[in-house]
């Protein structure tokens, strides 16, 4: 149940796993984590040189990934339980992933400004979030517009490099 959006076809992931080119080796956070699906992909595509962080806050959805780690054999993926508000990583990262996580994230440009030194000189940050329209996204404000995001993200000290239209209902866009 914690992977079925995210693993649906219409959500992209391939497409998404495309766009972010991650080469083996590379070290990445994968923050609000869920069930762990990206985080699983990510672990591919960085091999077992590489290094994922999947970050949460939910105690359950951790318990659900250490289990799923240990059946996969997935021993590249270290699971990092966070309170909402901060993120300790033991190293910097070339990406740091958020997929439908942002708008749950209090105080954004503190956030972001801070988990710059998460983050390799180099290093990217991908948000994908919802764009808002109709549904539950809106009635329970679980979107954040991209503009918001862009605007945000430049007064936390970054800059975007893409900003891609792949996703039908929700914003994709990369930042260094």
Do not use: C, W
Not at 25 to 41: L, N, P
Not at 68 to 97: H, Q, R, W, Y
């Amino acid at each position: 149940m914690f992977n079925r959006q995210a693993a649906d076809p219409k959500s992209k992931p391939d497409e998404i796993l495309k766009v972010l080119a991650l080469q083996a080796g590379q070290k990445v956070a994968d923050i609000g984590a869920g069930g762990g699906y990206f985080s699983f992909r990510f672990s591919e595509a960085v091999s077992s040189q590489g290094r994922v962080y999947a970050v949460e806050t939910d105690s359950g959805k951790i318990e659900f990934m250490k289990k799923s780690i240990a059946e996969k054999g997935a021993g590249n993926i270290e699971v990092v339980l966070v309170k909402k508000e901060e993120v300790t990583l033991s190293e910097k990262v070339d990406l740091i992933f958020l997929r439908n996580v942002y708008h749950h994230i209090p105080n954004r440009v503190e956030y972001f400004a801070k988990l710059k030194e998460s983050l390799k000189p180099e290093g990217r940050i991908a948000i994908v979030e919802h764009k808002g329209g109709a549904g539950l996204h809106r009635i329970f404000e679980h979107r954040v517009t991209g503009e918001t995001i862009i605007e945000e993200m430049t007064k936390a000290g970054y800059r975007v490099i893409g900003n891609l239209d792949i996703l039908p209902k929700q914003s994709f866009i990369i930042f260094q």
